[in-house]
T-cell receptor, first 110, second 113 residues
Framework: RKEVEQDPGPFNVPEGATVAFNCTYSNSASQSFFWYRQDCRKEPKLLMS???SGNEDGRFTAQLNRASQYISLLIRDSKLSDSATYLC???????????FGAGTTVTVRA | GAGVSQSPSNKVTEKGKDVELRCDPISGHTALYWYRQRLGQGLEFLIYFQGNSAPDKSGLPSDRFSAERTGESVSTLTIQRTQQEDSAVYLC???????????FGNGTRLTVT
């Protein structure tokens, strides 16, 4: 089983819609969680860290479900500019290696 | 101040040649990582450096790949006798400490002809 798994998508949604997707991780001891956004032929950029109690940044909401070992990302009121691949990253405590999922592709259409 | 800096941005080389890629991390970031990303694929971990500790080389695909880092500064990734399958974007990233997020450079796009 892979350390971090994501539904590759693509998720095709109209502008203004809400889209959500998950990222599952295999090691229950995982401690730190992040969502990155990667545009075509660009480097990944940090979108947000994921905190235990869940957190929101504008139209983006991240949640952590430790019992089921997944994190989620929800995008409200989707914009065309939200079209990208979203990567999740998971870190074990006291371990410098960060494990990345393969990414979920989101396409927002006009 | 500035983000992670990588050079060159693009590199085209002939099969069999050696290439050297450079990464300048964010000042104060103790950990530095190299990843490879082939077209349409996910991130493939290559190596990381943490301060003066021995690097984790577990992701290097073959002995043609090597990397160095002096202290907490610049790192170079060297690929010897390049092969066409080495064509990819090589991404460098740094982070301040365990638990903090990685910050990526713009990458070096390597094309082996």
């Amino acid at each position: 089983r892979k350390e971090v798994e994501q539904d590759p998508g693509p998720f095709n949604v109209p502008e203004g819609a809400t889209v959500a997707f998950n990222c599952t991780y295999s090691n229950s001891a995982s401690q730190s969680f992040f969502w990155y956004r990667q545009d075509c032929r660009k480097e990944p950029k940090l979108l947000m860290s994921v905190y235990s109690s869940g957190n929101e940044d504008g139209r983006f909401t991240a949640q952590l479900n430790r019992a089921s070992q997944y994190i989620s990302l929800l995008i409200r009121d989707s914009k065309l500019s939200d079209s990208a691949t979203y990567l999740c990253a998971v870190n074990l405590p006291n371990d410098y290696k960060l494990s990345f999922g393969a990414g979920t592709t989101v396409t927002v259409r006009a | 101040g500035a983000g992670v800096s990588q050079s060159p941005s693009n590199k085209v080389t002939e099969k069999g040649k050696d290439v050297e890629l450079r990464c300048d991390p964010i000042s104060g970031h103790t950990a530095l990582y190299w990843y490879r990303q082939r077209l349409g694929q996910g991130l493939e971990f290559l190596i990381y450096f943490q301060g003066n500790s021995a690097p984790d080389k577990s992701g290097l695909p073959s002995d043609r790949f090597s990397a160095e880092r002096t202290g907490e500064s610049v790192s170079t990734l060297t690929i010897q006798r390049t092969q066409q399958e080495d064509s990819a974007v090589y991404l460098c990233a740094s982070r301040r400490t365990v638990g903090s997020p990685l910050h990526f450079g713009n990458g070096t796009r390597l094309t082996v002809t």
